[in-house]
């Protein structure tokens, strides 16, 4: 693995070292650029002590002869097509508009544009600057083009604001950077079909019943599948997250939509993985009107939604269904009893009772109930690595079932 590690200037130009050396030990030859501000923060000899390669810091450097300079100004050409990933972190706000708008000015620039291989941007700057409109269109202009946004961690900042911009963890932005060049196309022909999300049930035109699904695990999902080839359906109900690009999206409200939704592309689809957090209970008749306020107590008759995932189970024929389980106890004997009766291949057991995973999260952490009396524990990671755990067993039983 050979990778082309840019470092942009700010605050935690300094994490980068430490990026460096993850990227290290996870077996990447790494070779580092630096822009003339990531200088101000960290020193070039650091990267050139850790990495044992020589750090590129100039686009002219002032070599001795006209054949050095000639060299240097070629260098990006040469850096470009000897490197397989580009990794740039700390991703300023400057360097994401340059890269957005092509602009080349500097070695870091140059090279985005000459580079063909995998590009993962590690963004981190001040709260506002994040939240800033142009800032969220290049990124979206970026991830468009199929670059691979690790997305800074809220919290305090060296700015002395809260919120996101700090930058994410190296050992993650390097986790990250090695799975996407060992990235396999072990799900490409298949077609996966993917709830995500919560449903609301409206009990009136201003009020709903819901639940706290954020939709993070099933975008994760959806992620993950496309990166490994398949062709994604993502069935979502309302979240506030923006859909993987490559991904087809079908935004649902309620459970009879979803319902709809997913049956109505069960054909097309070869793997079916029911995410989604789905209402259990709605209110068949909706009144037209806002329910007035008074001093009595109310009661409403609710009537059970339509179980998705048990009519999936009815249809699949030969497709590969993975139900999931929400639980607060006894999470492998239900997840156990929903795949017999809902005739699953697997289920993924989530207890969400447990602080800091489940609803909402960025991480989650997962037991694997096998239809083959198989449990595989997954411990905590974030939402995307916890995806591609689950589809690693997708795929073992795709194998299976052709052999
Ligand atoms: O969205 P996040 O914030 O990332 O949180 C992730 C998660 C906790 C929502 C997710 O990992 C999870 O556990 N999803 C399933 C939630 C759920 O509704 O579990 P359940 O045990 O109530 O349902 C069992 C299965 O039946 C699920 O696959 C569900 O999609 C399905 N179902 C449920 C009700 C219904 N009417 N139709 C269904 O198909």
Not at 99 to 109: I, K, M
Not at 260 to 277: M, N, Q, T, V
Not at 323 to 342: C, D, I, L, S, Y
Request: glycine share 8%.
């Amino acid at each position: 693995m050979r990778i082309l590690l840019g470092v942009g200037g700010g605050i935690a130009a300094y994490k980068a070292a430490e990026l460096a050396r993850a990227l290290m030990e996870r077996g990447a030859t790494v070779e580092t650029v630096m822009t003339r501000s990531a200088r101000e923060f960290i020193q070039p000899l650091t990267f050139a002590s850790l990495t044992g390669n020589k750090v590129i810091t100039d686009l002219f450097a002032s070599g001795s002869s006209d054949q050095d300079t000639l060299s240097s100004a070629i260098e990006h050409i040469r850096a470009a097509r000897d490197n397989e990933l580009l990794l740039v972190a700390p991703c300023t706000a400057d360097l994401l508009a340059k890269f957005a708008h092509g602009l080349a000015d500097d070695f870091l620039s140059t090279t985005y544009l000459a580079f063909t291989g995998k590009i993962v941007l590690a963004p981190a700057m001040n709260v506002n600057m994040w939240n800033h409109a142009a800032v969220q269109a290049n990124l979206a202009t970026l991830r468009a083009r199929g670059h691979i946004i690790v997305e800074p961690e809220a919290g305090y900042l060296a700015c002395g604001m809260t919120g996101p911009g700090r930058l994410a963890e190296p050992k993650h932005i390097a986790e990250v950077a090695v799975r996407a060049l060992q990235q396999r196309e072990d799900l490409s022909g298949e077609t996966v079909l993917i709830s995500a999300g919560p449903t609301q049930e409206p009990l009136d035109p201003v009020r709903y019943i819901s639940n706290r699904s954020s939709g993070k695990m099933g975008y994760a999902l959806a992620e993950a599948a496309r990166d490994r080839g398949a062709r994604v359906i993502l069935v979502s109900g309302p979240v506030n997250l923006t859909a993987p690009a490559g991904v087809e999206v079908v935004r649902v409200r309620t459970a009879l939509e979803m319902r709809d939704a997913i049956i109505g592309r069960l054909p097309e689809a070869s793997i079916i993985i029911k995410s989604a957090a789905v209402a259990d209970y709605h209110v068949a008749k909706v009144p037209e009107q806002k329910v007035k306020k008074t001093a009595a107590k109310v009661s409403i008759d609710l009537d059970p939604t339509p179980d998705i995932l048990a009519e999936c189970g009815r249809l699949k024929g030969d497709r590969i269904l993975i139900g999931f389980a929400a639980e607060t106890q006894n999470m492998v004997a239900e997840a156990r009893r929903k795949m017999e009766v809902k005739n699953c291949d697997m289920v993924v057991g989530n207890l969400v009772s447990e602080r800091g995973i489940g609803f909402e999260s960025d991480n989650n952490a997962v037991t694997l109930v096998l239809r083959s009396g198989e449990v595989e524990q997954v411990a905590v990671a974030p939402k995307r690595e916890i995806a591609d755990r689950i589809l690693d067993q997708i795929t073992k039983l795709r194998l299976a079932a052709v052999q």
